[in-house]
């Protein structure tokens, strides 16, 4: 077997020499190649703490097909190598649009890259100069990947990556939870049981859910097989470049109560195009529970001294790559196992964390790239907003107290979902000890959506139309509008904060002129065109810096045009009841 990875270098060295005219194909070498040293050494020192011989020998044969596998793509400048974008011809293009919605990405695209495709170092400079305690130091971790209808080429590229590119001696394990994928994902069955075991570097083991139990109840039983002290949940779609374990790994041993997640790198659902994302993005949500990204405060930047390299806290994480303490997991709860399919396990866990005295950061010398999808390509049973709401529900009701109701008040159907037993969890809420969502919003998350102190909640109408201000759905910078009263919240639903703003989810009534239509922009916080006075005695609602009147639209066929007018007592178009205000 030696001669065959001698041959294997030899191949490689050849590789080199022929490739060195372009540089960037020579980075690419360099990387595989350094990549390929990396692994040998540990390899080695796997190999030597065998003890069976038998065992032994088996292992190696893996190892040597493994090793013809992966360090062998075959082009370095094969398709999608050094993480470029994947360019498809015209008839192509046709083939891969049939195959789109199986997965929601280019399955044509994805299988034509290389399960050990190459990618470009990503970290900023500073990252890649830091150093970390000695491996054998470091607790181990069982990385928990759990799918339901993967496709073959995202998935073990996912788990090439992993081997690739993480130093041996921290890998406890990989496990694989499948979700009872359809029949019909036939490469699912057999075929990844066959190649599970040819995995020798690391062990692979693969469950199988008896039903379709969703990601959060998959994931437990994931949590539940795993050895590792550290556990790390991953997607099945993703790609780790170099250097991402190390720093995860440090930050959770040097203190059991960070939850740590990479930087979420993207990779094009179309060409699987690696992107890099900004490192100064953080986690936050809107009203209807949705995860959000937004540009991080220069609070936290100050915190961290300007340095990026330096873990970012962050109010919310996306979910699905983050690295915890295995007993610090159970600790908090682990997952509420009354959460459906997908959706809401992201922000529960992390109110979770920082209400009950953890911290969630990203780690920006990590970096890992994920497939966005547009939309999910599989079935939600039960009815994708029936079970999403359902979950976000569960959030809502278990950790965010009075301010549960902008949620209810986005989504006044969701209260009509069953909730299920939350007893428990608000159970381990109270054994926890966990402080309140206006702790959370005030000390951990002021920039919020949700506004941490407001006076109303609710309609704003004007009685002598009966009609409402009403969002419309529309967009930022886009003029607000009115409709007839509902009740029924979403488009209807105001806040007025006591900051002076008329905020509907993340939107705040805007205006910079008095003689052009009101408009809504993003909310700002600096209150300047965004402040606004409610008078409870006349019922005028006042735009600060112009000290003029909001005035409902004369003419309702086109109440587009909602302007500030001069106050005037007596002015029907200039009264308002803003529901539940409280001075
Ligand atoms: C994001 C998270 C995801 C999860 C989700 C909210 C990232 C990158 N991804 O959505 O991990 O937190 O938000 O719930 O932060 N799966 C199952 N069974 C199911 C449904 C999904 O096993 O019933 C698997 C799926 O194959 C995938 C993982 O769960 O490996 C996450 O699902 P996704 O990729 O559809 O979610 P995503 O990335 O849109
Ligand atoms: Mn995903």
Not at 95 to 119: E, G, H, P
Not at 226 to 253: C, Q
Not at 360 to 366: A, G, M, Q, R
Not at 435 to 446: A, N, R, V
Request: proline share 4%; net charge neutral; charged share 25%.
């Amino acid at each position: 077997w030696l001669l065959f990875v001698s041959a294997v270098f030899v191949y490689f060295s050849d590789l080199c020499e022929r490739k060195s005219d372009s540089a960037e194909a020579a980075a690419a070498l360099d990387g595989s190649r350094a990549d390929l040293a990396d692994a040998m050494t540990a390899r080695r020192g796997e190999r030597s703490r065998q003890s069976s011989s038998r065992r032994r020998s088996t292992k190696q044969e893996g190892l040597i097909k493994r090793i013809m596998k992966n360090v062998m793509p075959g082009n370095p400048n094969g398709p999608g190598e050094m993480g470029k974008a994947v360019v498809l011809s015209g008839d192509e293009e046709q083939q891969a649009k049939d195959s789109f919605n199986i997965n929601q990405f280019n399955l044509l695209v994805s299988d034509r890259v290389a399960l050990n495709r190459t990618l470009p170092d990503v970290r900023m400079s500073e990252c890649k100069k830091k150093t970390y305690p000695a491996l054998d130091t470091l607790p181990k971790v069982s990385v928990v990947i759990v799918f339901h209808n993967e496709a073959w080429s995202t998935l073990l590229r996912s788990i090439h990556s992993i081997i690739n590119r993480s130093p041996l001696e921290l890998l406890e394990e990989i496990i694989l939870v499948d979700d009872k994928s359809e029949d019909k994902f036939e490469h699912l069955k057999d075929k990844l049981e066959k190649e599970v075991p040819n995995f020798v570097e690391v062990p692979v083991r693969l469950f199988r859910m008896p039903s379709r139990t969703g990601l959060i109840r998959a994931r437990l039983k994931g949590a539940k097989e795993a050895k590792g002290e550290i556990l790390l949940f991953l997607d099945a779609h993703i790609e780790t470049t170099e250097g991402w374990l190390e720093p995860l790994v440090t930050r959770i041993a040097e203190d059991k109560k960070r939850v740590v997640c990479p930087i979420i790198d993207v990779i094009s659902d179309d060409t699987f195009e690696y992107i890099t994302a900004s490192d100064m993005t953080w986690g936050g949500f809107n009203w209807k529970l949705n995860f959000r990204w937004y540009t991080a405060p220069n609070r936290e930047l100050v915190r961290r001294n300007h340095d990026r390299t330096q873990p970012l806290q962050t109010p919310t994480m996306a979910g699905g790559l983050f690295a915890i303490n295995r007993d610090y997991f159970y600790e908090l709860g682990a997952y509420d196992e009354g959460m459906d399919v997908w959706g809401g396990e992201n922000l529960e866990f992390s109110f979770r964390v920082w209400q009950c005295g953890g911290t969630l950061e990203i780690v920006t010398c990590s970096r890992v790239g994920h497939v966005f999808r547009k939309s999910t390509p599989y079935k939600f049973p039960g009815g994708t907003a029936t079970v999403i709401n359902h979950n976000s529900r569960r959030v809502a009701e278990v950790w965010m107290d009075e301010y549960k109701e902008f949620f209810y008040a986005m989504n006044q159907n969701a209260k009509s979902i069953a909730l299920g037993d939350i007893s428990e969890r608000l159970a381990n809420r109270e054994k926890l000890g966990c402080k309140s969502f206006q702790w959370y919003l005030e000390t951990i998350y002021p920039e919020s959506i949700i506004p941490v102190k407001f006076k109303s909640l609710g309609e704003i109408k004007n009685p002598s139309t009966n009609r409402c201000l009403d969002t419309y759905s529309r967009k930022t910078g886009e003029p607000v509008s009115s409709s007839m009263c509902h009740g029924f919240g979403g488009n209807q639903a105001w806040a007025f904060t006591a900051n002076g703003e008329i905020e509907n989810d993340e939107l705040c009534l805007d205006t910079s002129s008095s003689s052009t239509p009101i408009r809504m922009n993003t909310c700002h916080r600096r209150k300047e065109y965004q402040e606004w006075k409610y008078d409870p005695a006349t019922k005028q609602i006042v735009h600060v810096i112009f000290n003029m009147c909001l005035s409902a639209a004369v003419d309702t066929s086109s109440p587009d045009g909602m302007r500030v007018y001069p106050c005037q007592t007596g002015d029907a178009l200039q009264v308002w009841e803003v529901a539940g205000y409280k001075s």
